[in-house]
C-alpha cells in the first residue's frame, strides 16, 4: 500500500488529474488516484485535491498537508489520521 503509518499520521502518494469531468478518488493499485475539475492554475488544483481527499477519508481539509509534489501530478500528501481509520476508508474506496 502507499500509505506508511507513523503515528496518528499517514503519508500517501496520490496521482492527480485536474480537469476532469467531475470529482472521483480512486485507489489505482497501491496508489490514490484523484480527479478534479479543478485545473492545475494557482493551486487551485492542490486545493481540490485536499478537499477531495478530506471527505474521501472524513477529515477535514486541514488535516491533509502536501508534503512533496506542489508542481508535479505525483504528490505525496500527509493525512492526519489514525491508520486504523485509514485501513477503514482505503477498503471502502473504489479501486480502478
Known sequence: M????????????????????????????????VE???????????????????AAFGIRPWQVALVAGDKSRAKRFALDISAARFQERWAALEDH
Open 36 to 54: 478534479v475539475t479543478a485545473r492545475a492554475i494557482e493551486g487551485q488544483a492542490n486545493a481540490a485535491v485536499m478537499k477531495a481527499i478530506a
Open 2 to 33: 502507499a500509505a506508511a503509518p507513523s503515528g496518528e499520521t499517514v503519508t500517501l502518494t496520490v496521482r492527480v488529474k485536474p480537469g476532469s469531468r467531475q470529482v472521483r478518488v480512486l485507489r489505482e493499485g497501491d496508489t490514490l488516484r
